[in-house]
């Protein structure tokens, strides 16, 4: 396959093949200095893969006295933690077992995960950042949405700047831009989109830089984003499964559409990625 560049839409991805990420060596740079806004890469998982994965995810409903409400997700999210973050990083170490096992009968995900990357890294080296304690961050998470269920709008920059969570983080990445990063296990028939919209972080405002990140207070020439959003201009994304998408999720504010009624679950798997503050290596996280 050929690579393709998005033309008439509001952003500019790259659609490419996985054996032609070759063609991008510096596709992560390239996404950082605004060259192009995202990659959305085929083949990432094989569908094997992502059937036998998504066999084995048959829970429903969020886990007891989970952060994240009614969605259910697997694994820690940094952007919930407090400033201490000894707990979540006990929590990256068992949610690694765990995708150890789910993944058992295909490619090792951070294995794949950190091959790919390094590819379009400039062969960097591609790892998760470690905690004071020297614990390892967890390297990415799953969410699940059911019907009518979604994620709502968002800038990772808001969780990068307004949470304690990322405090220490700070100390270790460039601040100027990360990206997200995710790939599709399963999409819904109708909904679960990527809409991604024409207002970007440097727009906003955000007065309160300890936890209006969590909270969602961001405004838009002082009104508030989710009341001004709509009446912008926005672009759809629908990746398959198997595919991996890189954006920057970090300057562009994002969200994912409500699964409809009677489709199937949308089940991704994902986390964020930025340089090390002298760009010698590209972290992953989540």
């Known amino acids: 396959m050929v690579a393709t560049t998005s033309v008439n839409t509001l952003y500019n991805f790259v659609e490419l093949d996985i054996t ?15 060259k192009i806004d995202g990659l959305i890469i085929h083949n990432f998982f094989t569908q094997n893969e992502v059937s036998s994965v998504v066999d084995k995810l048959t829970r429903k409903g969020a886990f007891p006295d989970s952060p994240f409400g009614d969605i259910l997700i697997y694994g820690p999210a940094l952007y919930v ?11 990256a170490a068992q949610f690694r077992d765990f995708c150890s096992k789910l993944f058992s009968e295909g490619r090792e995900f ?14 960097r080296p591609v790892e998760v950042p470690h905690a004071p304690n020297g614990l390892p961050y967890t390297p990415t998470t799953i969410r699940v949405l059911e019907e009518e269920q979604f994620m709502g709008w968002h800038f990772e920059n808001q969780f990068l700047h307004c949470t304690p969570g990322y405090q220490h983080l700070l100390t270790q990445i460039e601040h100027e831009d990360h990206l997200s990063y995710f790939a599709m296990l399963s999409a819904s028939e109708v909904g679960g989109d990527l809409i991604l919209y024409d207002i970007e972080w440097s727009d906003t405002e955000w007065p309160d830089t300890g936890n209006s990140g969590r909270e969602r207070t961001g405004t838009v020439g002082g009104k508030p984003i989710p009341s001004v959003m709509e009446n912008y201009d926005k672009m759809y994304l629908n990746p398959s499964p198997g595919d991996l998408v890189i954006f920057d999720g970090a ?36």
Request: proline residues 1%; hydrophobic residues 30%; charged residues 30%.
């Open 20 to 34: 032609d990420l070759g063609l991008y060596p510096d596709g992560i740079k390239d996404i950082c200095e605004r």
């Open 81 to 91: 933690s407090d400033k201490d973050i000894a707990q979540y990083c006990e929590q």
């Open 110 to 123: 951070e294995t794949n995960l950190q091959e790919t990357l390094k590819v379009i890294s400039g062969g």
């Open 251 to 286: 300057r562009i504010l994002h969200r994912v559409s409500a699964v409809e009624k009677g489709s199937q679950r949308r089940i991704s798997i994902g986390g964020f990625l930025a340089f090390s503050n002298n760009r010698e290596k590209l972290y992953y996280w989540s």
